[in-house]
C-alpha cells in the first residue's frame, strides 16, 4: 500500500501536522476518513481552495476516504482568518444557493463512487439546531480562551474589534471534525496554512474528549514571489467558475505565471508525475515556455475539462505566435481610453465607425473572451493588457498590439 504521506510530502503539500510519526503509519496501515472544510461565501471556488482539493485527490487515489464538508453552518458567520474586517454574513437561501453550486465543482476532482467514495455533508445539519447551553457545556469547557486568543486567525482582527460572532467560529470548526468522527470515523483535517489554529482545534478537541488519535495535515498557500497570494486578477479573484473568470483567462493566467513558481505549481496544482516535472523545468531560458503552457493546459483541463483546455491553448497559441495566416497580428495607436469603435476602424475589422456600432449592437464583437456590450464602451472595459485578440463574428480574428 502507498503511503499517501509520501506523496503529499514529496509533491509539496505539507506544511504542518500534528504526531507526525503517528500520522504517518496511520496513512501507510488504514484506509481512513479524512475531511476538507469549504465556506460557500460564494457560488465558485476560487484557486486558493485548489491545493487542498488536489490533496484531497492525491488521498483518495491511495485509498482513502474523502469528506467534502460545506459550510452552510459556519458560512453564516464567516472565517475571520487572515481578514482584518468583518465577512458580510449571508442568508440562508444564498448559502443554499452556494454549496449547491460547489457540489458541482467537486466531482472534476474527486470520485463520488467506489469503496472509498466521497461525500459531500453540510454542517448546517448539525450546527443550525444546537442546544447553546449544551453546546457550551460539551464542547466550550475544552477551550481556553487566553489560548485562543493568542491563535493567529484571531490576531489581525483582535486590534481591529474581534466579535463574539467571530471567537464562536473555532469552536464550530473543531465541533465539525467531532461530528465527523463521530459520524464517519474521520481522523484527519486538511486545510490551508492559515487555517493552523482551527484545524489544531478540532484534533484537540477529539483527543481530550474521546481520548481517541485524531490528525491535522495543512498545505502551503500558493504565493507569488514576493510573498503575495498567487489568484489575483485585473477582474478580482480566479474562479473555477467558468462564468466567473473564463476558461482562456484561466489558462492565460498560468501560461504567464513567474517562472521561478511554474515547477511549484507543477507540482501542487497538476497530476503530471515528478520526474516530468523535473524535465521540464530544468531551462532557465525561454525553453521555460513549454513548462508554462503545460503547466496551463493541465490546470484548465483538471477545472474545465479536456475540450475547454484545447480551445483555450489554440486561442493563446493563435493570439500569441500562432499561424500567421490565420491569426494577423496589426499594430494601433490606441491605449485603454480608446472607445472600442475606433479600435475596430484601427484593426481594420470595420470600414467605419457606424459599422462598428452596428457590428457591437449585433453582438458579433469580442475581446479576448469578453463580449462587447456597449457601444460607447473604452477598451478598458474589456482589457488592460496592451495585447489582445480582436474577434469580429466567427471569421475575422486579428492580434491587436497596442502602441
Given at each position: 500500500m502507498v503511503n499517501a504521506f509520501d506523496i503529499l510530502k514529496e509533491r509539496g503539500y505539507v506544511g504542518q501536522t500534528v504526531y507526525e510519526e503517528d500520522l504517518y503509519k496511520v496513512l501507510g496501515s488504514e484506509k481512513i476518513p479524512f475531511y476538507v472544510g469549504f465556506d460557500p461565501t460564494a457560488d465558485?471556488?476560487?484557486?486558493g481552495h485548489y491545493i487542498p482539493i488536489m490533496a484531497m485527490a492525491h488521498m483518495q487515489k491511495c485509498g482513502h476516504k474523502p469528506i467534502v464538508l460545506v459550510g452552510g453552518g459556519t458560512g453564516m458567520i464567516g472565517d475571520p482568518s487572515g481578514r482584518s474586517d468583518l465577512r458580510s454574513m449571508l442568508t440562508k437561501e444564498q448559502v443554499e444557493h452556494n454549496v449547491a453550486s460547489i457540489k458541482k465543482q467537486m466531482?472534476?476532482?474527486?470520485?463520488?463512487?467506489g469503496e472509498n467514495a466521497a461525500v459531500i455533508v453540510n454542517n448546517a445539519d448539525w450546527l443550525l439546531g444546537l442546544n447553546y447551553i449544551e453546546f457550551l457545556r460539551d464542547?466550550?469547557?475544552?477551550?481556553?480562551?487566553?489560548k485562543m486568543l493568542t491563535a493567529e486567525c484571531f490576531k489581525i482582527r483582535y486590534e481591529k474589534g474581534l466579535t463574539f460572532l467571530e471567537f464562536n467560529y473555532m469552536l464550530m470548526q473543531a465541533y465539525d471534525f467531532l461530528m465527523l468522527y463521530k459520524k464517519f470515523g474521520c481522523l484527519l483535517e486538511m486545510g490551508g496554512n492559515d487555517q493552523w489554529s482551527n484545524i489544531l482545534a478540532g484534533a484537540d478537541l477529539i483527543r481530550r474528549k474521546e481520548r481517541k488519535d485524531a490528525f491535522?495535515?495543512?498545505?502551503?498557500?500558493l504565493l507569488n514571489s514576493d510573498g503575495t497570494k498567487m489568484g489575483k486578477?485585473?477582474?478580482?479573484?480566479?474562479?473555477?467558475s467558468a462564468e466567473r473568470t473564463t476558461p482562456y483567462e484561466f489558462y492565460q493566467y498560468f501560461r504567464n505565471v513567474e517562472d521561478v513558481k511554474t515547477e511549484e505549481c507543477l507540482r501542487l496544482l497538476t497530476f503530471v508525475p515528478l520526474d516530468?516535472?523535473?524535465?521540464?523545468?530544468?531551462y532557465n531560458d525561454e525553453r521555460m515556455n513549454v513548462a508554462k503552457e503545460r503547466l496551463a493546459y493541465e490546470v484548465t483541463k483538471l477545472v474545465h475539462g479536456e475540450e475547454a483546455a484545447e480551445k483555450a491553448r489554440a486561442q493563446a497559441r493563435a493570439a500569441f505566435g500562432g499561424n500567421a495566416e490565420?491569426?494577423?497580428a496589426v499594430n494601433i495607436n490606441a491605449d485603454g481610453n480608446t472607445p472600442v469603435t475606433d479600435i475596430l476602424v484601427l484593426a481594420g475589422a470595420c470600414t467605419s465607425k457606424s459599422e462598428a456600432r452596428r457590428l457591437i449592437e449585433g453582438?458579433?464583437?469580442?475581446?479576448?473572451?469578453?463580449?462587447?456590450?456597449?457601444v460607447t464602451d473604452a477598451l478598458s472595459a474589456y482589457t488592460t493588457a496592451n495585447e489582445f485578440v480582436l474577434h469580429k463574428g466567427k471569421k475575422f480574428h486579428v492580434r491587436v498590439i497596442l502602441g
Open positions: 465558485s471556488l476560487h484557486i466531482e472534476r476532482f474527486l470520485s463520488f463512487e464542547v466550550g469547557v475544552y477551550f481556553s480562551v487566553n491535522a495535515i495543512t498545505c502551503p498557500l486578477t485585473a477582474k478580482g479573484a480566479l474562479w473555477l516530468e516535472i523535473k524535465e521540464l523545468t530544468r490565420d491569426m494577423p453582438g458579433g464583437v469580442k475581446i479576448d473572451e469578453s463580449k462587447v456590450s456597449n
